[in-house]
């Protein structure tokens, strides 16, 4: 049966990639184990992707339940290193959702097959694997279409997701706030909603047994359906309206912030980077810090301060992977805005990552084109601590505006401090000002909003020399340095 594929290279399994995610050899009773791998797909298949929702908000709380995965790519483009290294990142999506990954393979095809998309003489090949490793899963590397999934689910007799369902399912793992909430849930939505019909007709053939089984369900399968979409409709309405207004409070502060003349930092960065924790070495604060992807997916604003005494604020955002699914960048747009409003944005790459140029082009895309394109960029090559000295030298040598740091070991984070205070905007008026005793309430603004350049206490009261906004600078001519 390969005949189709006459060029196809043979079938590329990424072990190497895998070795640590590979579990135990599973050579022990197999036979009881495949009926019951088959008795808990059943179960699962009823679970995760039936149309029946008794309650449409099931959709929410769905999970994929992946438990043994075999993991599937197509190599249309590029080296055969960048096609591992996407299947490892597929490997590490899937294991951040609690998976465990058995087996990947990747084919290389001139672009994806439109029925099962690998050949179709590979998905046989896909069954055998998937049997033999006791597998309950495949997960693609890539976004298919409804009856792709369908065609490929009925050939290698498993479940089958593709990449964004399994970033949608992660997504819906670690949002904590109602407004990351409502997003997700969203982005799941239209994801679902065109692939309602697809698992649908799968599942009548699964019930009919025979192949011709599909005449008798598919009239009030149809409705069901029907109703479902109508149902989820609704509640996307529902959510939309309920995004638009938590949108409107957090903009309300976003604004406010502005109207302050406060200064904004805001971490951006592929996921597991290492924002979080560059976050807590500058600001102290307790953000859940985690070797897994996506640990980030609110965005978090925290108040530091310059070594000269500035106050700014520094915001933590939801990582960003390579093929971010659509609906997503969408639907975290509103919280990625929050770099396109930032004074300086802080890039930070893992320097220990094999492909830490891919990683900042991939953030690069995203940050384009939520408008944030324009705002100054400082590069933070991070894990220092543990990259390859060469390789975080030849970072720094390629990104001009750079600086190395290692959240971990505290080592650059004072010159990042540094840099931080000499890339943010300095007020632009530099004033004089006998400030009385009784007007304490200036000189905080003055050292909040401005650079005291020097506080003087006198009789009269505090001299002060301050770079400072316009607006507190006329403020504070009504107390000339006499
Ligand atoms: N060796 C080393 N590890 C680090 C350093 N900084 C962070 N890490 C580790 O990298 C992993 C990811 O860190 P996070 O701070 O959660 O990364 P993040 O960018 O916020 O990730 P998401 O929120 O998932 O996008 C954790 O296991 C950290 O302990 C560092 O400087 N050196
Ligand atoms: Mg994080």
């Not at 690998?118 to 046989?124: C, F, L, N, T």
């Amino acid at each position: 049966m390969t005949h189709s594929e006459g060029s196809a290279a043979p079938r590329q399994r990424a072990d190497a990639l895998m070795d640590d995610l590979l579990g135990p050899a599973d050579a022990d009773g197999l036979d009881g184990e495949q009926y019951d791998r088959e008795e808990r797909a059943a179960l699962r298949r009823v679970a995760g992707l039936s149309t029946e929702l008794d309650d449409v908000t099931e959709v929410e709380y769905r999970r994929l339940r992946l438990e043994r995965v075999v993991l599937v790519g197509v190599w249309t483009s590029g080296t055969a290193d960048e096609a591992e290294s996407s299947l490892a990142e597929l490997a590490a999506l899937a294991e951040t959702a609690g998976a465990l990954v058995c087996d990947g393979v990747i084919q290389r095809r001139q672009k994806p097959d439109p029925a099962t998309y690998i050949g179709s003489g590979k998905a046989v090949e896909l069954r055998e694997i998937v049997e033999e490793a006791g597998a309950d899963t495949v997960v693609c590397d890539g976004e298919l279409g409804p009856s792709q999934l369908v065609h490929l689910e009925d050939v290698v007799g498993v479940k089958v997701v593709d990449r964004t369902a399994l970033i949608l399912d992660i997504f819906a793992q670690h949002a904590k706030s109602r407004e990351g909430k409502a997003q997700v849930a969203l982005a799941q939505m239209q994801y679902m909603l065109p692939r309602l019909r697809g698992w649908g007709q799968s599942m009548s053939r699964q019930m009919g047994g025979g192949g011709g089984g599909g005449m008798a369900t598919r009239g009030p399968g149809e409705t069901k359906i029907e109703t479902d979409r109508r149902q989820i409709h609704e509640r996307m309405a529902r959510l939309r309206r309920e995004i638009a207004q938590l949108k409107t409070g957090r903009e309300v502060k976003r604004e406010e912030r502005r109207r302050n003349r406060v200064l904004s930092v805001a971490l951006a960065g592929y996921t597991n980077a290492g924002k979080s924790s560059l976050l807590n070495r500058l600001t102290g604060a307790g953000v859940l810090v985690e070797n897994a992807l996506f640990a980030t997916l609110d965005t978090t604003v925290r108040r530091a301060q310059t070594p000269s005494g500035r106050t700014y604020t520094i915001a933590d955002t939801v990582g960003f992977v390579r093929h971010l699914p659509h609906h997503l960048v969408e639907a975290f747009r509103s919280t990625i805005e929050e770099v396109a409003d930032a004074h300086l944005v802080l890039h930070v790459v893992d320097g220990a990552h094999p492909e830490p140029q891919a990683q900042l082009a991939a953030v690069r895309e995203v940050l384009r084109e939520v408008g944030a394109a324009a705002v100054r960029e400082v590069v933070v090559v991070n894990k220092a601590d543990a990259a390859d000295p060469e390789a975080v030298a030849r970072l720094l040598e390629a990104e001009p505006d750079s600086i190395a740091v290692s959240a971990r070991s505290g080592q650059g984070i004072e010159e990042l401090r540094d840099l931080i205070d000499t890339l943010l905007p300095h007020p632009e008026v530099e004033i004089e000002a006998m400030v009385p005793y009784t007007e304490g309430g200036l000189l905080s603004r003055a050292h909040q909003e401005g650079e005291v350049l020097s506080a003087e206490h006198t009789d009269e009261g505090t001299l002060l020399k301050a770079r400072v906004g316009p607006e507190l600078a006329s403020v504070l001519r009504a107390f000339p340095r006499p």
